[in-house]
Structure formats: structure tokens, C-alpha cells
């Protein structure tokens, strides 16, 4: 009987040896879950996030569009301009960035055209005496003094959207409608002949910062524009 006994508690000590044996076996071990990696712009798109764009009002979407442009002008100056037409009069929609220093120089108030629209303009041409603003990429040219002073001339580069605004006298200048005064007595800035015209108390500055050949971009959702633009035909390769 004893042996017997024995023989049993044998039995069971193979058994329990051989099955957890067997279930360490079976462990399979997981592989480690390496955390998601994230997608930072490079280039000049980079500097979008740098200067954290997007709390200004400024989309990616329309910096991207100001760089193919700027790109595509080929030009060795530093500062960009965009005139964001997609928000409204009440907010500052005016961008001045160095791309090479990496710096947003100056966001300010912009006016559009009267015949453009009230507070978000939606209308736009390129014929004279519209009184409207003109999409799209402009050379910037020089300076001279007119009834509001210190002014800036500008050339269209793109045919049919903006290429007539020197013979329409659209320059950038300074207005006394252009201000924070008006915004709290009508809720909207002073509108333009069509010019982009800025604040006083910035313009020289604005003017100073980019005149002579620097890329300024008039970005409305326009789809027309959108389309037909040969600026944006391509998108902003990052050198």
C-alpha cells in the first residue's frame, strides 16, 4: 500500500512538472508599443508652428499658399506679406514674416476695397474704378509721397486677378480709417478704393520693412482664384 502511495504522489509531481513546464512554453511576450512620432513642417512651413501662427487667426492652409508664391517669385528678399481677406475687417489680418530670422515683424488691421464687401469681403476684380480688391501675389516697388503720405507702389504678377493694379493706383498707404476707433463705433474698419491700407501708426513701418521687390500675397477663398492661379499650381517644396 505504501508503495503504492508512493507511486501516486510520483505521478502527480510529473504531471504539475510537466504542464508548467509547458505553460511557460506558451508565454508569449508582447512587443514593446513604441509611442506614435510626430510630423513636424521642415523648411520655411516649420516656422508656421515657431511662431505659433494658427493664435493669430492665420490657417496653415493660407501660409502654405504665400510660400509657393514666394517660392515661385524666386526673390532674394526675406519679408513676406499676406492680407488675409478670409477674416474679417475687425481682426488683424495683416502679416509681415522675416522667413530668414524666423520673426512675425508686424500683424496689424487691413482694409479692403469698398465695393469688396462689409465686414469679410467676397467680391473682387482687376477693372479699373471697381473699388475692389485684387487677389493674389504682388511685387512690391517703391516709394513715394502722396496725399496719405508715405506710400508704396505695387505690381500684379498675375494676369486677370491682379496684373492692372498699378494703372488702378492700388498702393499700400496709411489711413486714419484703419483703426481701432472705428471698429468700436461700426464694428468693422474704414474700406479702401481698393487699396491695402493699414494703420498710420504702422504703415511706415510696414513700408520701410518691405518695399523693394518683396513678395505680398492677397488670399481670399476665392474659387475662381483658387483654380485658376498658376501661383498655386504647385505646392511649396521645402528646399
Same mark, same amino acid.
Request: aromatic fraction near 0%.
Given at each position: 500500500m505504501k508503495n503504492v502511495l508512493l507511486l501516486l504522489v510520483g505521478l502527480v509531481v510529473i504531471y504539475f512538472a510537466t504542464t508548467g513546464l509547458? !505553460?511557460?512554453?506558451?508565454?508569449?511576450?508582447?512587443?514593446p508599443v513604441s509611442a506614435p512620432k510626430t510630423i513636424k513642417a521642415v523648411g520655411r512651413l516649420g516656422i508656421y508652428d515657431e511662431l505659433n501662427l494658427s493664435q493669430t487667426g492665420l490657417q496653415r492652409a493660407v501660409f502654405e499658399y504665400a510660400l509657393r508664391g514666394w517660392q515661385k517669385m524666386d526673390t532674394?528678399? !526675406?519679408?513676406?506679406t499676406i492680407v488675409d481677406l478670409s477674416q474679417p475687417s475687425n481682426h488683424k489680418r495683416l502679416y509681415v514674416v522675416d522667413l530668414f530670422n524666423k520673426k512675425l515683424v508686424f500683424n496689424t488691421y487691413v482694409a479692403h476695397g469698398r465695393n469688396s464687401g462689409d465686414l469679410v469681403p467676397n467680391q473682387f476684380s482687376n477693372t479699373q474704378s471697381s473699388f475692389q480688391s485684387s487677389l493674389g501675389f504682388y511685387q512690391t516697388l517703391n516709394t513715394y509721397m502722396g496725399k496719405h503720405g508715405l506710400s508704396l507702389q505695387l505690381k500684379g504678377l498675375e494676369k486677370g486677378f491682379n496684373d492692372n493694379v498699378f494703372n488702378r493706383n492700388i498702393v499700400l498707404h496709411g489711413a486714419d480709417y484703419v483703426c481701432e476707433d472705428i471698429i468700436r463705433k461700426t464694428g468693422r474698419l474704414g474700406r479702401s478704393q481698393g487699396c491695402p491700407a493699414v494703420p498710420y501708426a504702422d504703415s511706415k513701418g510696414i513700408i520701410q520693412a518691405v518695399k523693394g521687390g518683396s513678395c505680398l500675397f492677397v488670399y481670399a477663398p476665392n474659387p475662381d482664384y483658387l483654380k485658376q492661379s498658376a501661383y498655386l499650381s504647385s505646392a511649396y517644396t521645402s528646399l
Open positions: 509547458n !505553460s511557460t512554453r506558451n508565454v508569449v511576450t508582447a512587443a532674394a528678399k !526675406s519679408m513676406l
